[in-house]
């Protein structure tokens, strides 16, 4: 079985500030990882993925996630949190199952 | 290069009605997976199509739910005696056979069941 792990429901950060969204994950064999963002009423928008290779990824509009196998976690990280971050984000993962597995989604709100 | 496609983007019916929903894979792509999205919770996988082949269902409720893709025309996820606990947002994506860790999503079918 695979399972995500996303504990905070809310996130808060001023505009400026750097920014944390946590995920951690239990598969069986080798993990896929990835973060989307979702915008009221609006589908999901990809922003990265961990197949392979070096633990940091960069993504999309900034962002960045750091796999660490010890700790079973892939938190999103931006250096900087702009007001239009403020968004529904969900970490998914893939082990040996064919589908994805998603997390119950972390609220971003970044205030000016 | 059309993404993923969905249709109808809503989609409103009262119980006992059918629903249907639509899903165009991106060009070239093989494979259609069905999630569903509960207000206020992620997303829960339901069903895995390659066309005219089932490969997973596991996530599908055992009643009223069904899903095909024809060897021609989208992925069809159908609702029976549709029930208010039905209403959602309905999520398609779509892989290559062999890439089913790079699944490309559509914009969703939000169903209100009235």
């Known amino acids: 079985a695979q399972s995500v792990a996303q504990p905070e429901d809310q996130v808060n950060v001023a505009e400026g500030n750097p920014l944390t969204v946590k995920c951690t994950y239990s598969v069986s064999g080798n993990p896929y990882l990835f973060w989307y963002v979702q915008y009221p009423n609006r589908g999901l928008q990809f922003l990265l993925k961990?197949?392979?290779?070096?633990?940091l990824v960069k993504g999309s509009y900034g962002f960045e996630a750091e796999f660490n196998k010890s700790q079973t976690s892939f938190h999103l990280k931006k250096p900087s949190a702009l007001v239009s971050d403020s968004a529904l984000y969900f970490c998914a993962v893939k082990g040996s199952a064919r589908q994805l597995t998603f997390g119950s989604g972390t609220q971003l709100t970044v205030l000016p | 290069n059309a993404g993923v496609m969905q249709n109808p983007r809503h989609l409103v019916r009262r119980r006992g009605q059918e629903a249907r929903l639509r899903c165009s894979p991106m060009?070239?792509?093989?494979?259609v997976y069905w999630y569903r999205q509960l207000p206020e919770e992620g997303l829960k996988f339901m069903v895995y199509l390659q066309k005219e082949n089932i490969i997973d269902e596991s996530g599908m409720p055992k009643e009223r739910f069904s899903a095909e893709f024809p060897k021609e025309g989208p992925s069809i996820l159908r609702i029976q005696q549709v029930v208010r606990g039905d209403s959602a947002a309905y999520f398609c994506?779509?892989?290559?056979?062999?890439?089913?860790?790079?699944?490309?999503f559509g914009p969703g079918t939000r169903l209100t069941v009235t």
């Open positions: 961990y197949i392979t290779g070096d633990n």
């Open positions: 060009k070239g792509h093989s494979h």
């Open positions: 994506a779509s892989s290559f056979r062999d890439r089913e860790y790079e699944q490309y």
